[in-house]
């Protein structure tokens, strides 16, 4: 049956569901077809990406679905403790946002999502529900939050394939939770100790070596070489299943978003596992997706701002986290294996450079505003390339054409018109002199 605005949103991960609840609160119709992951697999997240969701209504348990772990690092030969970050069974998680969406009045759908096509404007979508039957749905847009899976990608020929073969474990290592990362000769590794019985190790090697040898053998051979991490096994750990292997490598898609199709999460663009970010990017990316679609659904003549908006902001995370991905590959300088020095490289640069900008000036960009992609007036100087509108919840753009219609910048008759404080009006000024707006007088 098709219904007004009815949203479709494939995929119930991080990506799918803020993006189904944040779209639920406008009033759309929503329903996300999700399909629980098959095998389970242990990752941590970040209290930011924990935020994102709570601010969304989606608020995991922190007594059932999570575990707060200390976060250690052993890299270039030294040991840090990083932060705490909180670790997540991901097929539990998955059931926890279905259950969070279904109580936010989102139609959850537990199915695997075939095949989609363009058709009236909309989009047919073929559902394969969990005994075989194929049903289909009519989306009016359709949200791809389906994590990793094919698809045209922008690749990046210098970016290698890593594979994380991992393995769980029961074992006995004291009630305190925590998580170790630990760089190797050819390889880092990743494991979680949940205070409760359950150790799980992850071993990243190069993606070529999966392919030519056997998972088992590879995935002990490996983490011998991790000191710290196979003291962890030796000290009696049990495996409790085979190893599982999860193959990445950064990649931007091509088709990011069109009139009837917008991509979140993984299935817009994946970074390095290294980075501890994944799940943050998702709902992040969900954040900034739906003022998007709002605006592709209700305000068509500022449907190519929006899509503006949405591939520029996508393009330039992707391009900032290689980079961040590439430094963190750098800071290890002990060894001079093909593993390391293809990490090492800064891909980011494929992708444009951030504008250079010698004196401050006002563009006109895509923002977000009320729900809605609109173009407004930012500043941009050398030390805001990507655009400043506000400072102390002033206009930036309306203070300038204040000022430009007085003549001057007399703060106390700024004050009195834009009904500021004295402190505000004086702070942004400041950014826009300091950023050179007003060298050549006020009519620069
Ligand atoms: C080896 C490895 C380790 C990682 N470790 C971390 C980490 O520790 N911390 C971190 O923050 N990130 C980590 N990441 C990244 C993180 O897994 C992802 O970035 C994040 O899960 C992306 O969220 P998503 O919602 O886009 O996709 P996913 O979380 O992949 O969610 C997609 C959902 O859609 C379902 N689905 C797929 N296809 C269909 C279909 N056709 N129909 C219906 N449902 C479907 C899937 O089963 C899944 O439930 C890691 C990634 C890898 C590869």
Request: charged share 20%; glycine share 10%.
């Amino acid at each position: 049956m098709k219904s007004r605005n009815a949203i479709v949103v494939i995929g119930s991960g991080p990506a799918g569901a803020i993006t189904a609840a944040l779209l639920r609160r406008y009033g759309y119709d929503v329903t996300v077809v999700g399909r629980v992951r098959s095998q389970p697999c242990w990752e941590g997240m970040s209290i930011r990406a924990l935020d994102g969701l709570a601010n969304a209504g989606l608020t995991l348990n922190l007594r059932t679905d999570l575990t707060a772990a200390r976060r250690y690092s052993w890299w270039n030969g030294s040991l840090n403790l990083v932060n705490v970050e909180y670790l997540v069974e991901r097929r539990q998680m998955d059931l926890a946002l279905q259950r969070a969406l279904t109580a936010r009045g989102v139609n959850v759908v537990d199915g695997y999502v075939t095949h989609h096509s363009v058709q009236d404007g909309g989009c047919v979508v073929a559902v394969e529900g969990k005994c075989g039957r194929v049903s289909e749905l009519f989306a009016n847009f359709l949200v791809i939050a389906h994590g990793r899976r094919g698809g045209k990608h922008i690749v990046i020929d210098q970016m290698p394939v890593s594979v994380m073969l991992g393995r769980l474990f029961s074992a006995r290592l004291g009630k305190e939770a925590f998580t170790v990362t630990e760089s190797f000769e050819d390889g880092w590794g990743w494991a979680t100790w949940n205070g409760d019985g359950k150790l799980n190790v992850n071993i990243t090697m190069d993606g070529d070596l999966a392919g030519s040898a056997d998972c088992e053998y590879l995935f002990t051979t490996y983490a011998q070489r991790s000191p710290e991490i196979s003291k962890l096994i030796t000290s009696g750990a049990v495996p409790l299943t085979q190893v599982t292997a999860r193959g990445s490598r950064p990649n931007l898609n091509a088709d990011l978003i069109s009139s009837t199709h917008i991509r979140v999460g993984d299935a817009a663009y994946t970074v390095d596992p290294l980075s501890g970010n994944g799940m943050y990017e998702a709902v992040s990316g969900g954040y900034a997706a739906v003022p998007v679609i709002n605006t592709l659904l209700q305000k068509r003549a500022d449907s190519l701002i929006a899509m503006q908006y949405y591939q520029d902001r996508a393009r330039a995370i992707f391009r900032q986290r290689l980079d961040a991905g590439a430094d963190i590959y750098k800071r290890e300088s002990r060894w001079n294996s093909d593993f390391w020095r293809k990490r090492a490289i800064n891909g980011g640069q494929a992708f444009g450079t951030t504008t250079t900008v010698d004196r401050g000036s006002f563009i006109s960009q895509p923002v977000v505003e009320d729900g809605f992609i609109l173009s407004r007036d930012v500043f941009i100087s050398a030390a805001h390339p990507r655009g400043i509108r506000f400072v102390n919840g002033i206009d930036l753009a309306v203070l300038h054409k204040t000022v430009l219609a007085n003549g001057s910048a007399d703060i106390a008759m700024l004050t009195t018109q834009l009904s500021k404080g004295v402190k505000d009006i004086t702070a942004a000024l400041s950014l826009l002199v300091q950023n050179g707006l007003y060298e050549n007088g006020l009519n620069s």
